[in-house]
């Protein structure tokens, strides 16, 4: 119970230094069919965990203090997968990842991508996908398609892995021989995914990035993140308890194969890199970056789900953090709730309705991608290619997967969506 509540503790701070194999139910399927022919697959945020990681049996990424969320939607009839990303990478290294632990392939991080930014061009090897028929046609010509679902930052891991579905990489086909190339940067596999629902993501970044880059934290986070990660990596942790996936820059060894860099010039070699990681992407200039590269597929449906954990003070016109707030990161919804300016990179102008926040991002931003179509959700009229923008949702950035939640609450508001999902026309 000690080690429990330490853990505890310890994702609630990994959530706040994020701000800047699946589990799978065991039944035989003569005995046990799901509800869903689309399996949902779910995508940890920053310095997260999938099911296939030791620590997940402790205290599960989806669920947290509230029990595991696969096991309970899987004892409910429906077929679901906890992926494992990079918690330290880029959003185009971790939908690389997905892309080929979900098919059960190489990861291949492309030929231009790793030239540009200094690091291997392949990763592990997924002998066993989660979902290994994964576009393929069935018995009745119907492709296999897939729900995916990112809390935080893995909201924005989807929506990078849909556009490279979608439309591939020009730089990527300039480059790479047709016999050579993943099927990941050659497009046309939009109509692989059915759905895609964003929990907390910082669509259009954080006013919170102001205030830790004021105070020289950034660049500390990103060094003692990556230094924790170097050395764990060359431990016995990596790859049981805890999974880096930073083969790319040496950083951890491939499980099995070996090959980690000398720990210097790995950790060199990454914080060299300014543009190739998560630390930039949730940057106001790396959220940009990435906004103007993406945009929805009309065939797919786009979900969004924003939280708050403020109310507004009368008179004031700021917001302050209700006393359920995490205690951990009460203090950063507090800045949000009171800081009003103008950003000067993206034009957010914080303040009105931007002030709500979840403790770690503004409920405004985790709406929609501005610049993107969107509608308020209504079950009555749901339509692909555009985001339908759910009920904002009370609660701070961990209550969203059941960290100090209720576990009732929780499990209802997980088993509502996948319901939903299950239901959307084909």
């Not at 290294?93 to 991508?113: K, S």
């Not at 339509?383 to 100090?404: K, R, S």
Request: glycine share 10%; with cysteine; aromatic share 10%.
């Amino acid at each position: 119970m000690k080690i429990r509540r330490a853990l505890s503790l310890l994702m609630s701070i990994v959530i706040v230094i994020t701000s800047c194999c699946t589990v799978a139910f065991a039944a035989d399927n003569n005995k046990w069919q799901p509800k869903n022919s689309e399996p949902f697959v779910f995508v940890h945020g920053l310095n997260g965990w999938g099911g296939a990681e030791d620590i997940n049996g402790i205290i599960p990424y989806w669920g947290a203090t509230t029990g595991d969320l696969m096991a309970y939607l899987e004892n409910e009839g429906y077929e679901c997968y906890s992926a494992s990303v990079g918690p330290l990478s880029s959003a185009w290294d971790r939908a690389c990842e997905l892309y080929a632990q979900i098919l059960g392939t190489t990861v291949d991080y492309g030929e231009a991508h790793s030239k540009e930014y200094n690091h291997r061009r392949y990763g592990r090897t997924y002998y066993q996908g989660l979902v290994p028929n994964w576009g393929e046609l069935d018995e009745n010509g119907k492709i296999q398609q897939i729900h995916l679902i990112g809390h935080s930052f893995g909201g924005t891991t989807i929506r990078v892995l849909i556009q490279l579905l979608t439309e591939g990489s020009a730089e990527e086909m300039a480059v790479t021989p047709e016999n050579e190339i993943s099927g990941l940067f050659t497009g046309g596999k939009g109509d692989w995914v059915k759905s895609a629902t964003t929990i907390c993501t910082p669509h259009n970044s954080a006013s919170i990035y102001y205030p830790v880059e004021l105070l020289g934290l950034a660049k500390t986070i990103q060094f003692v993140s990556f230094l924790y990660a170097g050395i764990m990596g060359r431990s016995i942790f990596n790859g049981g308890m805890v999974d880096f996936h930073l083969e790319q820059f040496g950083l951890t060894e491939i499980p099995g194969i070996g090959g980690a860099d000398p720990l210097v010039s790995a950790m060199k070699r990454v914080l060299d890199n300014k543009e190739d990681s998560c630390q930039y992407d949730l940057t106001p200039e790396g959220n940009k970056k990435l906004n103007e590269k993406l945009s929805v597929n009309e065939d797919v449906y786009y979900f969004s789900y924003a939280f708050s954990t403020t109310v507004e003070v009368p008179g004031l016109g700021i917001q302050v953090p209700r006393l359920s707030t995490n205690p951990v990161i009460m203090l950063t919804s507090l800045a949000m709730g009171v800081m009003i300016f103008e950003d000067p990179v993206n034009g957010n102008v914080y303040k009105d309705e931007w002030l709500a926040n979840d403790a770690l991002v503004n409920t405004e931003s985790e709406k929609y991608p501005i610049g993107e179509p969107y509608t308020e959700y209504n079950p009555d009229n749901v339509q692909p290619g555009v985001w339908n923008v759910m009920p904002v949702q009370t609660g701070d950035h961990g209550t969203a997967i059941g960290l100090f939640a209720d576990k009732e609450e929780t499990q209802n508001f997980y088993l509502n969506l996948c319901e939903m999902l299950n239901g959307l026309p084909d």
